[in-house]
């Protein structure tokens, strides 16, 4: 089928948008670049683009300390990010600075022994890491004037929309799979945007709305993760500023990552090498393994394989905020995970399961299913001697237990209901 | 019925705690001092008891800076809490510091000139401002030695203690009301830990635990809200600290609490004399109101009717994170808010509803049906011209929204389901 794209043009004559230090769109294929509008494909070859910087050089010691004399939240890097310098005065989500929590107890029952860290996004405003990028799409929605923000979403999304559209006074129309998570359903909805459920999976959902942006239907309409998605994607690369900072401003060794799109992982990287050329860490080799659910790998089938592209595949598994069976950026990945000495690995829905509950139990943080894929796949890497537990490494949680409830209801509930008095509770056998 | 307690002995010999400043239990009531220990009422009155500090005291500049070095969590403020100086180095879930936001959307829609904002405590580990009392209480266990953390709870709390248990390694035996929420039962045992389901109210819960506290079967014990309630209610003093510190080191005018066992009103309450006697901000007149939903509002039915004591009842809401039909502190919160010029009010089930939404679609913040009280019972007291809406006044939002889906379920879902193409989105009435 043909999908119609909004492609960036160099001819564009829209006045100059201010979002700080981006200077450009920027063809990850080819390279041309383009004015900063809303586009996300390139006029000459089609690829995808991204956001290019004049960033800050030759003070990275003043960097450091303006950075760590900013906000709590994501702001803090907004030298680093295209939004403009007086961000964090605007009304906005204000994700980010999530804590990067010391696994020990984790670490111990997978014998890690060279530091072990869960940086947990399950602390951000809606609970995933979607307020990191829908936040920077806010940005470049005002900036170019957007009064309804869109998106399609396998739900976390979806959530981060509609508060970031309500907090921001905006309208939000917002695109699900019709057989979501409960939680993730309502949580789009209260915050009184619309939400329109479609009978189809994800990358249906996906394929409907790039049609959508080039009709009159959704004329004027800022879909975060379409026609904004260049302005979007650069939220994930707080992820990489934020674990380097918690670490004392050094880079980790190895870091697990969900992949759903692929485009957190490639934007960690981004964020990582930013880092490194503006002087905030010492350059040295780090890792970066990509975690998929068995049940839609099609990015750790295609890794596996050695294959350079990713064959697209129908989604069954219930860590659904990773089920996007064709990856948009499935072949970056690849790439990265080559060239930095990771590796692409996957998970069963039930090795999802127990890893949930291992993170609870041993660090007290309830994962989404997407968590238990990051955690499932470490261990995995650990046990076939992948992944070096002399090294540092971080995991990441990018979403709350409490949107997948399902995952582990029908395992986890109450020891024992007794009447309240000593002797029911004696018998539950739960006594001292 | 008889209700064992734990009381503090003057002539206890046990060796003394290092819990930083704290430097006795002090007695609410005849103001008798007694050594730290696990205990909860005074010896000689049965009054309760409270924690006694040497507070850092002649340089609130020193203070002040020492603070804001601090970690972004309450271990900031631990100079002014009962826990040792190394406290951020412990596992333990390190809450707080949470969104103080400036909420202009929902000020103008109720008419709040003098500055609106609403601390947001479902940003916490567990999304409820339980895991700050519970991080104070993990601290007094590990000083007294305790290897079993342990709770009455309506839910937000048997999360936060089975999670701080996890992270800090002990066990955890937590009990609930049988029919919570299903989201609160899921999370009080995905930790790992024992859940036990009482059949009654929480009141019933609550008496059962003081039974067995003074039973061989819950020997050697932690009970976070009864033998160490004392350190565990600090931990409330740290909203007071953070709404200060985020006001620019400034008194809001006017706050808004809810009220469960009263407890958190009056420990914010102490926070705030605290850094006014510290120097940490000027003294000048606040006032505190008291929310409580309509199903179970003994402390708002006895701040109407000019009581000063408490009538239990037996409650009836959807709020049930507030519904301590028995609460412990009601006479110190008619007190507080007579004495500073506050209210207690209530507002019904569905005007909690209304308010959830309401806070939802103007700031984007998805509250717990707690927070649907407070906001309420603000627009209420503004609509009776009892709160000035031309003071900086703080709401205060204490849980979170997918803890209590079912309040808003029946009315919150989908605008439209549609097929994935152009013809079945345009029939749906939402386009451009």
């Known amino acids: 089928m043909s999908v119609p794209t909004v492609t960036a043009s160099a001819r564009n004559a829209t006045p100059a948008v201010d979002l700080g230090p981006a200077v450009a769109l ?82 111990a029952e997978l014998g890690v022994t ?20 829908v936040a920077n799409a806010v940005e470049a929605a005002r900036a170019f004037g957007f009064t309804t923000l869109s998106c399609s979403s396998t739900g976390n999304l979806a959530g981060a929309v509609g508060a970031a559209a309500a907090r921001a006074g905006l309208r939000a129309c917002v695109f699900i799979p019709h057989d979501l998570e ?29 049609e959508l942006i080039g009709d009159p ?10 026609n904004l998605r ?9 992820l990489a500023y934020e674990i380097c900072e918690q670490l004392g401003w050094r880079l980790p060794d190895q870091l697990v990552v969900p992949i759903a799109s692929g485009s957190q992982l490639t934007k960690i990287d981004k964020g990582l090498k930013e880092l490194i050329a503006t002087g905030l860490v010492e350059d040295r080799p780090y890792k970066i393994f990509g975690a998929q659910a068995t049940g839609c790998s099609p990015v750790a089938q295609a890794y596996k394989a ?32 080559r060239r930095t000495g990771g590796a692409v690995e996957d998970v069963s829905d039930e090795q999802v399961v127990d890893a949930i509950k291992l993170l609870a139990r041993t660090e007290g943080i309830f994962a989404e299913t997407a968590g238990g894929v990051t955690v499932g796949v470490t261990r995995k890497l650990i046990e076939a001697g992948v992944l070096d537990p002399t090294l540092t490494t971080v995991v990441l949680n990018t979403g709350d237990g409490l949107k997948t409830l399902d995952a582990v209801e029908p395992t986890t509930g109450p020891s024992a209901i007794i009447r309240p008095n000593l002797d029911s509770f004696r018998e539950a056998g739960l006594a001292s």
């Open 182 to 210: 409960q939680p993730k359903v309502v949580m789009a909805a209260v915050y009184g945007g619309d939400v329109v459920g479609i009978e189809g999976t994800y990358d249906d959902v996906n394929r409907f709305c790039s």
């Open 217 to 226: 239907a959704g004329e004027g309409w800022g879909f975060v993760n379409v």
């Open 230 to 238: 260049p302005y979007y994607a650069e939220g994930s690369k707080t």
């Open 306 to 337: 050695g294959h350079d592209v990713v064959r697209p595949v129908r989604p069954e598994t219930i860590a659904k905020s990773l089920a996007i069976g064709n990856p948009a950026d499935g072949p970056y990945v690849l790439d990265i995970a």
């Open 114 to 133: 060279g530091g072990l860290y869960v940086k947990d996004d399950s602390g951000n405003p809606t609970h995933s890491f979607k307020d990191r990028v």
């Open 26 to 107: 920027s063809c990850r294929e080819c390279g041309e670049r383009f004015p900063l509008t809303p586009a996300f494909a390139c006029e000459s070859c089609f690829g995808p683009l991204e956001i290019a910087y004049d960033l800050p050089a030759g003070d990275p010691e003043g960097l450091r300390r303006r950075i760590e004399a900013g906000p709590a939240n994501i702001w803090r890097y907004a030298p680093l990010l295209p939004v403009p310098a007086d961000v964090a005065g605007k009304p906005n989500m204000n994700p980010g600075w999530t804590p990067l929590v010391k696994a020990d107890r984790l670490a």
